[in-house]
């Protein structure tokens, strides 16, 4: 007991004010990279609140009205608006869906050890890398009617669907518009899941092989569990990605036929239209639902891992 | 919670004052400075023309001819994309920064009105006065906005028909005719996908036929009518009864001649720029230019395309911004335009010049089209009012509303339209 209080070497204030001092350089180091954000995220974010509150002269220049919340009222009260976002809503449950599963089973295949798995890897990429508005024109392309490749094929070969005006039909037209989505970021949701895949350890694998567990067993009981972290990240990346689609559907139908985001509408109304408070408010809405989606994954995906880091400990 | 509540709003309430109190100056008429024709004499200095792409090389061959011949001035070219809604907001972006970038303006006919009511062009209207005569009279109305001009006319533009000299001997004189032979033959194909294109194409058919948008004051919105309601049924039974392919409603105009020019249509619904490339494509010999058809017993009238030059209101160097926007509407550039580039000249002596009547056989017919021709209506929210046009035309053509609704739902959000202030 004795030799333990000996060890203190500062009585107990000054140890606070220690604490406290340390405590407060942090903060101070922190003011920077807080103004950082404050200047590229809050400013612009609050400045688009702030010109959602007004409506903006589109004869005179310069000239502007509060509104109050008159934008919001237009905004929900507008068919429009409830349509663009069941489209948002459903294009990207359905089309991160699709990327999470075929991403998985491309991460699987590529984590295999095989001739030209470098390859491979590459390749399975280029999609990626492609400009969304270049991917968006060719799949325009390739859907066009009568002329275009999917339709000359059906045709050739005698198919049913070679008279299908495929963007210019509703469904169709969304399906389409995911079809080129999918194509699109599958290998980014793979490389992702890819790279969790590459962080479990071996041994788990080995320690699970001799106890006997097949390889369905091993993909329930190890794989998926341990790929849960990744996934999560890949998972937010992407439906916040395609809550925001812009490119594929401007390019693809203008939004026509059942595919108007809400991101279009919003930019219609701000840049098109030039109704600036409108659009603002259309903006923020749709801000406020990637957020409160992000929320929910975070909550309910976010608290599994959690949970999983504890049981690891 | 309900103290933050009540903060936020006493914070709101604040805001909403400050803005109040700044929005009460501005407003009144339209305040611009005028250009007289004696200005651009003796400019010097450094001009730039922003206007869509140039994707014929006309542009850059006019802006090399005039730095020879006016070594005091020194003309570039800032090439916008090819889309003419993204060349607007490119403008648009640049005029509300007041920017100086621009000096001449490369305005698609309906832009007039927004941007001359926005103040951001100099009034052109002593300088228009004095060159008008040589002007063919349709495009000088696209450049008027509450009484006075606002740019030179450059190029103009008027639809035309387009149809199979091996399938169809005559070509009809009305709308109904094209339509029933179009469905014995091959079909017609026009500009049917939601965009400026589709309000063209139904505005031509709706003038036709004695409607209208606005009254001629701008102010009412006339469009709610039994003519409105007739071309849409006009056009709905056309898809319906295949003499349109439902097709149509994703065609833009190089989707429409890429599938007349593919043998897939009888006629074809399009600009003259058409003409030229199908002359070099697998049907050359078998397709000629009709005189654009009327509907209901009246003759056809068209709605008049084109650019128009204007002079930005930031320009650093608006002398010499007129004098090289008057150098681009004099004959020769005109008519180089007219050959090289198939930009129908707004100057009436160039349709009279044999060598442009030997290279476009249908001049004449063109200058008659274009002189018939009728503006789209004028006004600062023309955008929103094509919208609202174009939006219902198309889920008519879809079959998803019925001509009678689509005409009462465009009356009014284009009411809607013309109440923003």
Redesign the interface.
């Known amino acids: 007991m004795e030799g333990k209080a000996e060890r203190l070497p500062l009585p107990r204030s000054r140890r606070r004010s220690l604490f406290r001092e340390e405590r407060r350089l942090g903060a101070a180091m922190l003011v920077p990279s807080l103004a950082v954000i404050a200047l590229v995220a809050a400013y612009p974010i609050f400045y688009a609140i ?1 010109l959602s ?3 903006y ?10 509104v ?1 919340l008159d934008n919001y009222v237009d905004a929900l009260g507008s068919s429009e608006f409830w349509a663009a976002m069941k489209t948002t809503v459903l294009f990207t449950v359905i089309s991160v869906g699709l990327e999470l599963v075929i991403g998985l089973g491309m991460a699987l295949v590529m984590h295999e050890a095989f001739r030209g798995r470098a390859l491979l890897r590459a390749v399975v990429l280029v999609p990626w890398a492609v400009l969304t508005v270049v991917t968006a024109i060719t799949w325009r392309t390739m859907f ?4 275009g490749f999917v339709n000359s094929t059906l045709s050739a070969l005698s198919l049913p669907g070679a008279d299908v ?1 495929w ?2 039909e ?1 469904g169709y037209a969304l399906a389409v518009m995911i079809l080129a989505d999918v194509w699109k970021t599958a290998p980014f949701m793979a490389l992702l899941i890819l790279a969790g895949l590459q962080g479990i350890p071996r041994d788990l694998y080995d320690a699970a092989k001799v106890d006997g567990a097949t390889v369905w067993q091993r993909f329930r009981s190890i794989t998926l569990p341990l790929l849960v972290p990744a996934i999560t990240v890949a998972l937010i990346f992407r439906t916040l990605d395609a809550l925001r689609v812009f490119d594929l559907p401007y390019v693809l ?5 059942g595919t108007e985001t809400l991101s279009l509408i919003a930019q ?1 109304e701000l ?5 600036t408070g409108l659009g603002s408010a259309l903006a923020v809405l749709t801000f406020l639902t990637v957020m409160a989606i992000s929320f929910l994954y975070i909550r309910l995906v976010g608290g599994n891992i959690r949970a999983l880091t504890k049981e690891q400990e | 919670m309900v103290r933050y509540v009540i903060a936020l709003g006493l914070a709101l309430a604040t805001l909403g004052l400050a803005a109040c109190g700044g929005g009460d100056d501005g407003g009144g008429g339209i305040e611009a400075e005028t250009l007289q024709p004696s200005d651009a004499k003796g400019a010097s200095g450094k001009v730039t023309w922003c206007i869509g792409k140039d994707t014929s090389g006309a542009f850059n061959t006019a802006v090399d001819d005039f730095n020879q011949q006016n070594p005091n001035l020194e003309a570039d070219l800032l090439e916008l994309p090819e889309s003419a809604d993204i060349q607007r907001e490119q403008q648009i972006q640049r005029l509300r920064a007041e920017s100086s970038e621009c000096d001449v303006l490369g305005m698609d006919v309906i832009w007039t009105a927004e941007y001359a009511a926005s103040g951001w062009l100099y009034d052109l209207t002593p300088v228009v006065e004095e060159l008008e005569g040589a002007f063919i009279p349709s495009t000088v109305e696209t450049v008027e906005y509450e009484g006075k001009k606002w740019a030179l006319p450059f190029n103009t533009n008027a639809g035309f028909l387009f149809y199979r000299t091996d399938e169809v001997p005559q070509p009809p004189t009305t709308w109904e005719d094209v339509y029933a032979e179009a469905k014995e033959g091959n079909g017609l194909v026009y500009q049917g996908e939601r965009y400026e294109g589709l309000t063209v194409d139904f505005l031509e058919l709706l003038y036709s036929a004695g409607g209208k948008v606005l009254s001629d004051d701008g102010e009412t919105v006339e469009i709610d009518s039994p003519e409105t309601r007739e071309v849409l049924e006009f056009l709905q039974k056309g898809i319906e009864e295949g003499a349109v392919t439902k097709a149509v409603t994703t065609y833009e105009e190089e989707s429409s001649r890429r599938a007349f020019e593919a043998g897939n249509a009888t006629f074809m619904r399009n600009w003259p720029y058409a003409y030229a490339l199908g002359k070099e494509s697998a049907i050359a010999d078998d397709f000629e230019v009709a005189k654009f058809p009327g509907y209901g017993g009246n003759p056809g009238a068209g709605v008049v395309g084109g650019y128009n030059l204007g002079i930005s209101a930031y320009s650093d160097n608006p002398n010499g911004s007129l004098a090289f926007a008057e150098y681009l509407t004099t004959q020769p550039v005109q008519k180089e335009m007219f050959l090289k580039a198939t930009l129908p000249a707004v100057a009436t002596a160039v349709y009279q010049d044999p060598e442009v009547k030997e290279e476009i056989p249908f001049t004449e017919e063109l200058l008659k089209a274009i002189e018939q021709a009728e503006a789209r209506p004028v006004s600062p929210v023309y955008t929103e009012i094509s919208e609202a046009i174009f939006n219902n035309v198309f889920e008519v053509l879809q079959g998803r509303q019925s001509p009678d609704e689509a005409t009462s739902k465009m009356a009014s959000e284009i009411e809607t339209a013309l109440q923003r202030f």
Do not use: D, H, M
């Open positions: 702030w509150l007004n409506e002269s589109v004869i005179t220049p310069g000239l502007s009205r509060f109050g066009e009617p009568e002329l005006v963007l210019g509703e139908t203008k939004g026509a036929n219609r840049v098109t239209n030039r109704n």
